[in-house]
């Protein structure tokens, strides 16, 4: 599900069966600029975390997404955009608050936000824990290095295995996989990188390869690449299994 239009705006109620998890990509190219109508559905703190962004079009991508993040719970959750109130948890990953008592169905409405260069990503399920990343595909860095300093082992081996030319494609598919699943864990920083491998094969549907200590944890997880545009790629961690993707 791609949100390209300016004047984006659900004609219905969403529904979100507890079996699926929704993944909604914006292009910030085509909407951001609309800043004066995404303004309007943001909470009273918003407009303040959007103004400590240097550059006007960081701004404007901000204010884009998170209003579409707002008109898209406000759906699935029968509510309004803008009565929305969140709670940040560590690396400010957002959560709905839970004093406002806003359930799905009697089960809480997950989600997690995205965003690198032109697009950002929504994803969104009921009472699984969940974590999207995507990456703007750069070339302008030594890719090993930075692997030594925040891949395991293993992930240095296959990313040392590459031909050259499938090194930044390899580097950034570790990069989102590694990320979405530090969101979907929720430990954030206190998760050393190091401490769990992901695969770097394309189109893995079993990415988590390996969690430490726990050897069990790396089961409780689904991690997968997700559709991205040409230029980025993404990854969606999800916890538990026998759920499918609609994007």
């Not at 955009?81 to 957002?94: D, H, M, N, W």
């Not at 992930?155 to 590459?162: G, I, K, N, Y």
């Amino acid at each position: 599900m791609k949100i390209s239009d300016p004047a984006f705006q659900p004609d219905a109620a969403l529904v979100l069966p507890q079996d699926e998890v929704h993944l909604w990509r914006i292009d910030l190219d085509a909407v951001a600029t609309a800043e004066q109508r995404w303004q309007q559905m943001l909470s009273q703190d918003e407009p303040a975390r959007a103004a400590r962004f240097h550059f006007t079009r960081d701004r404007q991508n901000f204010t884009a997404t998170r209003a579409c993040l707002r008109i898209i719970l406000a759906r699935y959750l029968g509510s309004e955009p803008a009565a929305l109130k969140f709670r940040y948890a560590e690396k400010a990953k957002p959560s709905l608050d839970p004093s406002l008592n806003l359930s799905f169905g009697g089960n809480q409405v997950e989600f997690n936000v995205s965003h690198s260069g032109a697009m950002a990503l929504l994803a969104f399920a009921r009472s699984r824990a969940l974590g999207v990343d995507i990456e703007q595909i750069r070339e302008n860095f030594d890719p090993g290095a930075i692997a030594r300093r925040f891949f395991s082992e293993h992930e240095q081996r296959q990313l040392d295995a590459l031909a050259p030319p499938e090194r930044f494609n390899g580097f950034f598919r570790c990069w989102t996989r590694k990320e979405a699943y530090i969101k979907a864990h929720g430990a954030g920083l206190s998760l050393p990188l190091d401490q769990f491998d992901v695969s770097l094969r394309p189109r893995d549907e079993n990415a988590l390869v390996a969690t430490r200590p726990d050897a069990i944890e790396a089961s409780l997880w689904s991690l997968r690449d997700v559709p991205a545009e040409e230029g980025y790629l993404a990854a969606l961690c999800v916890r538990g299994h026998g759920w499918r993707l609609v994007s």
